[in-house]
Nanobody, 123 residues
Framework: QVQLVESGGGLVQAGGSLRLSCAVS????????VGWFRQAPGKEREFVAA????????RYADFVKGRFTCSRDNAKKTVYLQMSSLKPEDTAVYYC????????????????WGQGTQVTVSS
């Protein structure tokens, strides 16, 4: 059974940076694509970024391109989301999720989810 644990969230000023981590347990990590999603209060969950099973392909939402970078360390079974130039509108709970091999941007395509980590960006 796959379990995901996000960490690294917190409070940061606008323009600052945070690095989120998603630690994945289970035997399927090396064949898993990992996605990052976020949900702000009163809003639907939205796609942020994703990385395929071996790190050779990434995809980003338009609103984070050039600011966020997704990477993975398969030896550590961890995926990272480096967030820079943060804006108040980036405030949300950030979730990571896994699916087999390839990237999609649809939350319903991901089968296992973490509990989320809060990111708050002050103006």
């Amino acid at each position: 059974q796959v379990q995901l644990v996000e960490s690294g969230g917190g409070l940061v000023q606008a323009g600052g940076s945070l690095r989120l981590s998603c630690a994945v347990s289970g035997r399927t990590f090396n064949t898993a694509a990992v996605g990052w999603f976020r949900q702000a209060p009163g809003k639907e969950r939205e796609f942020v970024a994703a990385i395929n099973w071996n790190g050779s392909s990434t995809r980003y939402a338009d609103f984070v391109k050039g600011r966020f970078t997704c990477s993975r360390d398969n030896a550590k079974k961890t995926v990272y989301l480096q967030m820079s130039s943060l804006k108040p509108e980036d405030t949300a709970v950030y979730y990571c999720a896994t699916r087999t091999l390839t990237i999609t941007t649809r939350a319903q395509d991901f089968g296992s989810w973490g509990q989320g980590t809060q990111v708050t960006v002050s103006s």
